[in-house]
């Protein structure tokens, strides 16, 4: 079974060489229609493509100024344009949605598309239709996608799961969310500075017969996980390295530091 890597260095000023010589990720990053994490403006450095995922489109216009309170509002804005807006557009306020157009933001109106969030809508585009863009070794970054109503929450926390076979991360102010798919071992590299010490480890969709961990306080050794029976939340990470390994698809989550 392979084994794939994960880090949380997006949340670095600067990401470094990966120490594994593993291939450098190509960083997309979704904002949705939820209060913007602290560190969006970080995100938006490391990310070669921006989408709103609709209202997100409100969010980054109201929001992004008050992270630079010492700089002009309609300067932060300019400077934060994102490339592409699409939804359904029942949330994006109009004079919103007319700034970015004059600014040459690409509009995708899919309101005829009712079966599929907004989410959903911006992660197809990026796999299959976004040009320019490096898709061998892909990352979407998904900004406001926990916190708010709880629909939401599992509607984002589905779309991880149809679109397993990419990685993509969805990020609070407080923490971050990805999958662990179970056709992979799994080694998590713990950005101490940034990230922890509280985590979790989630079966979703299907109960976990056996997984195995190290690196936590309260390690997996062939453990079963389900929903009414045990699960791994409050867990603790007590180095700067996770390795998981399950039969069932896994979400793991860390706590982000507030600097």
Same mark, same amino acid.
């Given at each position: 079974m392979d084994l794939m890597h994960h880090s949380s260095s997006f949340l670095l000023p600067t990401i470094p060489p990966d120490p594994h010589h593993c291939p450098s990720l190509t960083y997309a990053l979704v904002l949705l229609n939820q209060s913007l994490p602290r560190f969006t403006p970080l995100l938006w450095k490391h990310g070669q493509l921006r989408l709103c995922a609709d209202g997100g489109a409100n969010r980054l216009y109201d929001e992004m100024p008050l992270l630079f309170p010492l700089e002009d509002a309609s300067d932060v804005r300019c400077r934060y344009k994102p490339d592409v807006i699409k939804g359904?557009?029942? *949330?994006?306020?109009?004079? @919103? !949605?007319?700034?970015?157009? #004059? &600014?040459?933001?690409?509009?995708?109106?899919?309101?005829?598309?009712?079966?599929?969030?907004?989410?959903?809508?911006?992660?197809?585009?990026?796999?299959?239709v976004a040009p320019n863009l490096d898709k061998s070794n892909l990352c979407i970054l998904v900004a406001g996608a926990l916190g708010g109503r709880f629909d939401h929450e599992m509607g984002n926390l589905n779309v991880?799961?149809?679109? *397993?076979?990419?990685?993509? @991360? !969805?990020?609070?102010?407080? #923490? &971050?969310?990805?999958?662990?798919?179970?056709?992979?071992?799994?080694?998590?590299?713990?950005?101490?500075?940034?990230?922890?010490?509280?985590?979790?480890?989630?079966?979703?969709?299907?109960?976990?017969?056996?997984?195995?961990?190290?690196?936590?306080?309260?390690?997996?050794?062939?453990?079963?996980?389900?929903?009414?029976?045990?699960?791994?939340?409050?867990?603790?990470?007590?180095?700067?390295? @996770?390795?998981?390994?399950?039969? #069932?698809?896994?979400?793991?989550?860390?706590?982000?530091?507030?600097?």
């Amino acid at each position: 079974m392979d084994l794939m890597h994960h880090s949380s260095s997006f949340l670095l000023p600067t990401i470094p060489p990966d120490p594994h010589h593993c291939p450098s990720l190509t960083y997309a990053l979704v904002l949705l229609n939820q209060s913007l994490p602290r560190f969006t403006p970080l995100l938006w450095k490391h990310g070669q493509l921006r989408l709103c995922a609709d209202g997100g489109a409100n969010r980054l216009y109201d929001e992004m100024p008050l992270l630079f309170p010492l700089e002009d509002a309609s300067d932060v804005r300019c400077r934060y344009k994102p490339d592409v807006i699409k939804g359904d557009m029942d *949330s994006i306020r109009t004079e @919103v !949605l007319d700034f970015y157009m #004059s &600014l040459g933001t690409k509009i995708i109106d899919k309101s005829h598309d009712q079966d599929t969030t907004d989410l959903h809508k911006c992660v197809t585009y990026i796999r299959d239709v976004a040009p320019n863009l490096d898709k061998s070794n892909l990352c979407i970054l998904v900004a406001g996608a926990l916190g708010g109503r709880f629909d939401h929450e599992m509607g984002n926390l589905n779309v991880i799961c149809r679109f *397993s076979s990419l990685r993509i @991360v !969805l990020l609070s102010d407080d #923490s &971050l969310i990805h999958l662990l798919p179970r056709t992979h071992r799994h080694e998590i590299h713990i950005q101490t500075s940034v990230e922890g010490p509280h985590c979790g480890l989630i079966p979703l969709g299907m109960p976990s017969r056996s997984s195995t961990t190290t690196g936590l306080q309260w390690d997996l050794n062939n453990t079963e996980m389900r929903f009414g029976g045990l699960i791994s939340t409050s867990n603790i990470v007590t180095g700067d390295k @996770v390795t998981v390994q399950s039969d #069932s698809d896994l979400l793991w989550t860390i706590s982000i530091k507030k600097l």
